[in-house]
């Protein structure tokens, strides 16, 4: 368990935009998702990459997912509308797919898209692919014609058994146009893998991790593909506080390379020059680490930041895998460390990251495992003090006849 200290970012929004002076070449835009109550925490930031201060900030939506660079000024973000008047988890309100200009800040383009949307990505001409998350399904919209032109439904081709839990039946998180828009790559969550599927037979090329099997992806976010060949991924393997590369062999699928020193990431990016960019939710910080694991760059942001992207590198930049840098070999060894726990220790662990990720709901930022932790043990010891008391009230009211 790690634990980082909490930095505000300070609101220095503007109608400008991001200012002229700073070239692309310096600009980290980083989203978070932002709390179940009303908060001012979900924001779209843009930092500079050199100096790590915040430069411009979007908070005009009460929720921030992906946020894709499209062209040299404009991005394209999931964002949510209308929770700041409802009760928690209140169904009545908007989710959008937003083209911003971030020069300008300026709202070029926004169409609707089903509640709990994470992703969308630009496809070509007026299509745009989505992951529609509430209802299973991955679609393309046409925004011009304001209708759906393809959608795959993922009841269709798995048994009810395949998914299911927390946040619905597949609680697909991510889509990713591959081969010129011919396949689609998709993240349904809930299935703890990730697959190919074919546009045209609506058939699956290819899979990576199955479910329940942890050991392979437990309920992966933002999935990139590196290289055709040979087909490599890299992975958020968020439950398992992980990211994870792995190489497609005639015997299945090989792991390359694994950085653990993190606390449920969410996204995770090869930058050019071999260096990796992570988003560490429950860290409240995005950081981007050499093949090595050292960590070279990192900004704090609550809170639970979702995506990170360069626009200079374009969306989801997959440069370099890790047998092209030459297979660095530590961090698979400490994944093996991570790995040879007891089984016991391993259940307590599971339960505690899964307590402490659900209070981050509603715990103000800043409270680290360690905070959350100690929290739980005054907890503990009120109860055991309120049970002593209760205890010996009812010996003396054996004893006296009154309480």
């Known amino acids: 368990m790690s634990t980082v200290t909490y930095e505000p970012v300070v609101d220095v929004s503007s109608a400008q935009g991001v200012p002229d002076r700073i070239p692309a070449e310096d600009i980290t835009f980083v989203t978070a998702q932002g709390k179940e109550f009303s908060s001012t925490q979900a924001q779209l930031v843009a930092f500079n990459t050199k100096t790590k201060e915040p430069v411009w900030t979007h908070k005009k939506y009460d929720r921030y997912f992906d946020v894709d660079p499209l062209g040299k000024n404009r991005l394209l973000v999931v964002a949510r509308s209308g929770g700041e008047d409802l009760p928690i988890f209140s169904k009545k309100v908007s989710y959008f797919a937003v083209i911003i200009n971030w020069r300008t800040g300026e709202t070029i383009r926004r169409f609707p898209v089903p509640p709990a949307t994470h992703d969308v990505d630009y496809l070509h001409g007026e299509d745009y692919a989505v992951a529609d998350l509430k209802h299973s399904r991955a679609y ?8 759906i032109v393809w959608e795959y439904r993922f009841r269709k081709h798995f048994p009810k058994s395949a998914g299911g839990g927390m946040g619905g039946y597949t609680h697909l998180n991510d889509i990713d146009v591959v081969d ?128 990170i992207e360069r626009p200079v ?58 905070e959350f932790g100690l929290m739980l043990m005054a907890g503990v010891l009120a109860v055991i003090w309120a049970a002593i008391e209760a205890y010996g009230a009812i010996l003396r009211f054996v004893s006296s006849g009154t309480l």
């Open 140 to 147: 393309v919209y046409n925004a011009s014609e304001k209708k």
């Open 313 to 370: 590198y374009g969306d989801e930049p997959a440069d370099l895998t890790m047998r092209e840098i030459g297979n660095p070999s530590v961090n698979a060894q400490a994944e093996k460390q991570d790995l040879s726990l007891s089984r016991a220790v391993g259940g307590v662990s599971d339960v505690y990251d899964s307590a402490y990720t659900t209070s981050q709901w509603i715990l103000p930022p800043g409270i680290g495992q360690l």
């Open 180 to 307: 010129n828009g011919s396949a689609f790559l998709l993240s349904p969550r809930n299935f703890d893998r990730v697959m190919l599927v074919d546009r045209a037979t609506k058939k699956i090329r290819w899979t990576l991790g199955e479910e329940d099997n942890y050991s392979i992806l437990n309920e992966q976010h933002n999935p990139v593909i590196l290289s055709q060949d040979p087909l490599t991924l890299l992975v958020a393997d968020s439950e398992n506080d992980r990211v994870i590369e792995y190489r497609r062999t005639n015997d299945g699928w090989t792991q390359d390379w694994a950085y653990t020193n993190l606390s449920w990431p969410r996204d995770a990016d090869r930058l050019p020059n071999g260096n990796t960019m992570i988003v560490d939710s429950n860290n409240q910080r995005a950081i981007v680490v050499t093949p090595e694991g050292t960590t070279v760059w990192s900004v704090h942001i609550p809170f639970e930041p979702y995506d």
